[in-house]
């Protein structure tokens, strides 16, 4: 599975956690019980991560959505926004821009006409505030 469908089953996964709040490890068991699908190893971790991490991600995502609450989120952009920033702190291997890039693609794929560019605003925010380890070369 190439890393960019490994990332998009991981935004399904972290999404599909927003909605029915169970833990992402009952998810994964329940999709590969149903023998329909195989969950990729980079998906797994990156989902797990999010779930462990939620609470330092929600806190970048509340410093950089000015005038927003996170009541106010889409599902999509919220999950979105955890999958991006939790590679951007915590994924040395992958440089700012794809994980930015790639929220972006999966928020046009999957959101609505206004989750792309709000996806882009606040990622770019969170960027600045980070510092950016971007070295410009992309992996995927």
Do not use: C
């Not at 991560?49 to 950089?64: A, K, P």
């Not at 972006?104 to 999957?110: F, G, P, T, V």
């Amino acid at each position: 599975m190439k890393r960019r469908e490994a990332r998009e089953q991981a935004f399904v996964l972290i999404f599909e956690r927003s909605i029915n709040h169970d833990t992402t490890e009952e998810i994964i068991d329940t999709a590969e019980m149903s023998g329909d699908i195989r969950i990729d190893e980079f998906a797994e971790k990156t989902a797990v991560g999010v779930e462990r991490n939620e609470g330092i991600l929600n806190t970048q995502i509340e410093q950089n959505i000015r005038g927003w609450t996170m009541a106010r989120l889409s599902k999509v952009s919220l999950s979105l926004l955890r999958l991006a920033i939790y590679e951007m702190m915590f994924d040395d291997e992958i440089p700012v821009s794809v994980s930015i890039n790639e929220a972006i693609d999966l928020a046009k794929k999957y959101g609505g006409a206004e989750d792309a560019p709000f996806v882009n605003g606040v990622l770019g925010s969170v960027a600045k505030t980070l510092g950016e380890k971007d070295d410009g070369s992309a992996r995927d």
